[in-house]
């Protein structure tokens, strides 16, 4: 048995299944990978977005819901003992768009977790951009303080701080993750210190439903860059450990592009060109 299967064996031998696990914004890109990698934790999907999901695969179940429709969330979540919030919003957009999604959405959600007849324990897609204002030459731990850089890393502080009321107040438990650049391979060289592969997004949502106690920890999504910015240390409780690495993909985008100017939003802040952008307006 490959050290791959042999962790995904083991996790999956520690955990409890999960009864229903529900996946908003499934029909993304991160929603799609987490719906085909994710059915092994829970006896059935409950899947949800605006668009498409095309057709109901064996053990799944599609919920249409828009996160601003407070009654339709309410009967989204009934029954859900795990939730992977990846709905809303995206990227940065105009205040109103933001709100309904992000704002109103996230209160929606929580406030149907505490009605609903099983406590689910939460994953919430929380982003780099809520600490975008940090310098790249600063280390952040989950005690530095939030630096958004936008409306939309406005919309994940506020999440993260609904998170932590609802965990102190009510006892939901739930993972604020910091998602940095999740995608198949870094972009550009920003991203060297902030790629997350989808291997170690998986890996660190399935120990944040094996772990005994959650609590309400705020994680850096970033695999092992050699080139990181990011402390989790304080999270190490969960047992998450990424096994990939920006490295490798270094030299293709050393040949490829010229690394940013020292004077380049993109080498000065955490996030990047989202601290030169403008204010979206309607």
């Known amino acids: 048995m490959t050290g791959a299967a042999q962790d995904k064996t ?14 908003t914004g499934a029909s993304g890109r991160l929603g799609s990978v987490c719906r085909g990698r994710l059915g092994h934790l829970a006896d059935n999907l409950r899947l949800s977005d605006c668009k498409d999901l095309g057709d109901a695969r064996e053990g799944e179940e599609i919920v249409y819901c828009g996160l601003e429709d407070k009654d339709a969330v309410m009967e989204l979540v009934q029954g859900c003992d795990g939730i992977v919030h990846l709905g809303g919003q995206a990227t ?23 009605k609903s007849s099983v ?35 406005v919309s994940k502080v506020f999440g993260e701080a609904v998170a932590s009321m609802y965990h102190d107040k009510f006892g939901i438990e739930t993972a604020s993750i910091r998602i940095g650049s999740c995608f198949p391979e870094p972009a550009n060289h920003r991203m060297l210190s902030t790629w997350l592969s989808y291997d170690d997004l998986i890996r660190l949502i399935v120990r944040v ?46 040949a490829t592009m010229q690394p940013p100017s020292a004077n380049d939003p993109n080498a000065v802040y955490q996030g990047g060109t989202f601290c030169s952008d403008g204010i979206h307006e309607s």
């Open 10 to 23: 083991e996790e999956v031998r520690e955990m409890k299944k999960l009864s229903k696990l529900l996946i």
């Open 119 to 153: 406590t689910p324990r939460i994953v919430f897609a929380s982003s780099n951009h809520a600490i975008g204002f940090h310098e790249q030459t600063e280390r952040l731990d989950a005690n530095s303080r939030t630096r958004p850089d936008g409306f939309y890393g």
């Open 209 to 254: 439903f094996a772990v005994p106690r959650l609590g309400c920890p705020i994680i850096y999504g970033a695999s092992a860059n050699a080139a990181s910015w990011w402390d989790n240390r304080e999270t190490a409780y969960l047992g998450w450990q990424p096994q990939d690495t920006s490295e490798v993909f270094r030299a293709k985008l050393d």
């Open 92 to 114: 940065e957009a105009p205040w109103e768009t933001i709100r309904a999604a992000n704002i109103d959405g996230i209160v929606n959600l929580y406030e149907a977790a505490r």
